[in-house]
């Protein structure tokens, strides 16, 4: 055994194995599957993922869903790939269990039938000709197994192949969906729901209608300008210009959705009607401080799940889909950039607008207090715009006011440390993830809203006006640029560090709950 051990040292690693340290690692069995069922668990385990991708899920949650779907229903030896908006789930029913059993049914069913249907199990080849349970009723054959896989290798059972993709065209907020899948998949590895129950809620799920109507989604727009303008130190005068510029944002995004005009131009479109507004009603005499008021607009024009998503895939080894979804994300970022751009060249160089002493915007909220007590009405906003369902608001308060605490109190001991974003953001990471695991829960339906009061958007604005309007000073301007780049990627990495920090508390949990189910 020292010599040669059991497996070949180039064996593959069985596909399940990828489960360890996820929370669907202690999945059972409902039972082993014949290449018949194969393929419906397989378009099963598609259209959940479709469902999760859909709702804003990263790859790794969705192949992680997949493996655990299709193991618990007896379907191991699969291949995922999954790519920024496809999934691909190819089967072959060879060397593993799930093939053997397939076999072993094959021949029952030769001997005995199995109500009428095929002999051999009907495969993804029944086009062929030969291998219809038809074609082999009408010529029955006296020779063995053995020799009729010889002359017709596509019926047997070992070889099946099935191969099944879902290309996903479009993505919205709604977590309170994302998180009904993940709970969806973790009864399933319970080993107690049949696969005709689990389509039938999977199918519910989808036909569910979102937890707010439409309307309450546009007032949460809305009023988080405001609340995120207050929150930077903003006047009242200007929060209320902040909400009026959200408004007719939204009035500019429903316009253009309708003639179906690209992102790219819709952000862009966006953030200079922010940038003119806040310009011009400043420059009419009104007392407001324009960088802060346009900060509060930018913040809710990132693309925030994006952005994360795209540091967990490019961690979690899925390199295609990171680098599509960078693209996606720089591009927005790009769009933004780009907006205030034009709308600050439009009222300063063109319209003779006074500019603006950006040494004197810099990040200073008008206090601790306010600052924390605003971000946080702010998060249960942008809650309510992610649809993330109510019971979940208050975990998602709890993790922004932890980052919050670890923000403050580092800004008290060294102010404007790059070192403090990280940090609060892996603090309201780790938080966010106990909580979820805790409700079940991905982490990315607490963590995205917890991470608002990170959001660079009055660094962002200072960098893009010192480029665009104070020439001599576009070296700063860069600086600030990469400012807000770093900060974004400090926000993602850290919901990233958080959720492998917190692995052995949520693995002790999780070990916890399975005993006392037991012993009930």
């Not at 440390?417 to 892996?426: D, H, I, Y």
């Amino acid at each position: 055994s020292l010599v040669q051990g059991e497996a070949a040292p180039t064996a593959p690693m069985r596909v399940v194995d990828r489960l360890t340290a996820t929370p669907f690692q202690n999945l059972r069995k409902f039972g082993d599957s014949t290449d018949r069922q194969a393929r419906r668990t397989l378009n099963f385990a598609l259209r959940l993922a479709e469902t999760m991708f859909h709702y804003g899920a990263d790859a790794l949650d969705v192949e992680n869903a997949i493996i655990a779907v299709c193991a618990t229903y007896g379907v191991e030896n699969l291949d995922v790939d999954i790519t920024n908006q496809s999934v691909t789930i190819n089967y072959v029913a060879e060397s593993t269990t799930t093939g053997k059993l397939g076999r072993a049914a094959s021949t029952a069913k030769d001997t005995h039938g199995e109500g009428g249907s095929s002999a051999h199990p009907t495969t993804s080849f029944d086009g062929v000709p030969g291998t219809t349970a038809e074609h082999r009723r009408a010529a029955p054959s006296q020779e063995s197994p053995q020799d009729r896989d010889e002359h017709d290798p596509w019926g047997d059972s070992t070889t099946s192949s099935h191969t099944v993709m879902r290309v996903v065209r479009s993505w919205t907020d709604n977590y309170a969906g994302l998180a009904d899948s993940h709970q969806l998949v973790t009864r399933i590895i319970e080993g107690e729901m049949p696969l005709r129950e689990a389509e039938r809620e999977l199918k519910e799920i989808n036909a569910r209608p979102k937890p707010y109507p439409r309307w309450m989604v546009l007032a949460a727009t809305i009023i988080a300008a405001g609340t995120l303008t207050l929150a930077l130190g903003g006047t009242i005068v200007g929060a209320v210009v902040a909400m009026g510029s959200a408004t007719v944002v939204q009035l500019v995004t429903a316009k253009l959705g309708a003639w179906r005009i690209p992102e790219f131009f819709s952000l862009g479109a966006n953030a200079l009607v922010i940038t003119l507004i806040a310009m011009v009603i400043s420059a009419l005499g009104v007392e407001l401080y324009p960088p802060k008021v346009i900060a509060g607009g930018l913040i809710m024009l990132l693309p925030t799940t994006r952005m994360v998503s795209t540091m967990q895939d490019a961690i979690n080894g899925f390199p295609v889909t990171a680098a599509g979804r960078l693209l996606s994300t720089a591009m927005a970022f790009l769009a933004i950039v780009a907006g205030i751009a034009i709308g600050v060249s439009l009222t300063v160089r063109l319209a003779d607008v006074p500019g603006i002493d950006i040494s004197q915007s810099s990040f200073t909220p008008a206090g601790a207090l306010r600052n924390v007590v605003f971000m946080l009405v702010s998060t249960a906003l942008v809650a309510v715009l992610m649809q993330a369902k109510p019971r979940h608001i208050p975990p998602a308060l709890l993790a922004a006011f932890a980052g919050l605490l670890v923000y403050h109190g580092i800004g008290l001991v060294d102010p404007g440390a790059r070192l403090a974003t990280g940090v609060a953001a892996v603090v309201s990471g780790c938080v966010a993830a106990l909580l979820a695991a805790r409700a079940r829960i991905p982490q990315a339906v607490l963590a995205i809203p917890a991470m608002t009061f990170l959001l660079p958007g009055l660094t962002l604005f200072r960098g893009m006006y010192a480029i665009t309007v104070e020439n001599e000073t576009a070296g700063q301007g860069i600086t600030e640029l990469l400012n807000a780049m770093a900060s974004i990627v400090l926000l993602a990495a850290g919901v990233v560090l958080a959720k492998y920090l917190m692995r052995p508390f949520i693995e002790q949990m999780q070990h916890l709950s399975q005993r006392r189910n037991r012993r009930r």
